[in-house]
Nanobody, 121 residues
């Protein structure tokens, strides 16, 4: 059974940094996409960043709103994915969710419980 456990959220001032971690368990994660989404109260969950697997290796994708400020990385030996967030912008609380996309044998999308990030002005 796949489990994703996020950590590292909290309250930070605008312009500051946070590093989110996601510990994954329950299967092999080397050949799957791993990443992050976020959801603010009253809004839909939105894509933040993803590290995507292919036979050529890993590529990273970012939402335009976080490009050049956030960096996603993964450690396959530890079954973990990280999100380094810099130059955080003020805003209300948002829950950051770890996400794993498994393509085969059947497509499955796993989610963690989330970790809250609040950026104060």
């Amino acid at each position: 059974q796949v489990q994703l456990v996020e950590s590292g959220g909290g309250l930070v001032q605008a312009g500051g940094s946070l590093r989110l971690s996601c510990a994954a368990s329950g299967r092999t994660f080397t050949n799957v996409d791993m990443g992050w989404y976020r959801q603010a109260p009253g809004k839909e969950r939105e894509f933040v960043a993803m590290t995507r697997w292919s036979w050529r290796g890993y590529n990273s994708d970012y939402a335009d709103s976080v490009k050049d400020r956030f960096t996603i990385s993964r450690d396959n030996a530890r079954n973990a994915v990280f999100l380094e967030m810099n130059s955080l912008r003020p805003g209300g609380p948002a829950i950051y969710y770890c996400s794993v996309h498994v393509a085969s044998p059947v497509p499955v999308h796993y989610w963690g419980q989330g970790t809250q990030v609040t950026v104060s002005s």
